[in-house]
């Protein structure tokens, strides 16, 4: 059952990821949910992109004028889309999409105000491998970006790939490289870390593929609120590898409301480990250490 919050734009609704699936979303940055959208309802979706029905907005936000929707209709940037009954019940709400949004970003999430067109005629080249603008690199997970393909998207269309865990710090990758693929039938929808990094995939097809995008807010500071596993062992989670584990780790220590108390100790420390150890790492639960060095030198024009 999700609750509407129609006043401040929010919902609400049960948490439906386990503390291992949180885990493997710090470990992974994205989380690719396939064809969870009705066929109506992505059909109503591609019929709205392309000038197909008019526009119904529920309500007119009180800063807007009819022009003005006119307008945002009409640009790259088609956000009106998010005042349409259907396409909030069906595709903002969706419940799967809702529980994983709950899940990550806590209670009350911020419902997108923002959306961004990709349509591509295809075929056309792969992207260049790239961060978007304005990443952050850090432990925290104040906003999520949902990538939403209305019609079926095999590899043929160029859907979005991603470079698994690369959310955590800057990644280079040559355009041979390939990442993994968001390919998915028609109503796949896309969680990610805004900072991982993507790029639009090559498409060999013919024909107009639609792609949209927007982000959804944290309201409240981060908890552990998703679904609780009785036997989940923050000492023997498996983290990650040499130069990963510290910063998965300190994620989701973050999501789980105990970022300030997150230190460790290097080497061979807690929260690496390795399947052949014969006892749990040492380093675990200390109050003195170390944080990541997430800012690095970065040139993303943020100071630390
Ligand atoms: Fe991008």
Redesign the pocket.
Known sequence: MIKHNEVDRSFDCKPTLTDSQVLEFCHNGFLVLKGVVDDETNQLTCAYLNGEIPSNPSFIPKSLTNEDLDRIRNSHEPSTLLLERWFIKNVLLNSQLAGALRSLLGKNVGLPVLVSRHTTECPSPT?GW????DHIFGPELNFLEVFYYPQDTPEKMGP?EVVPGSHITRTHREAEDKGVSAAGPAGTLSIHSQSIL???GESTATGTRHMIKYDYWRTVPPQRDWIVEPNFDFQKAHYGHHGTARYIAHMFYWLCGKGEEYRIIGGQGWPWSSVNQIGPSYGFAKTEGYLPNWRKNNSDDYAS
């Open positions: 992207q790239h961060h978007d603008a979005t993507h790029r639009k």
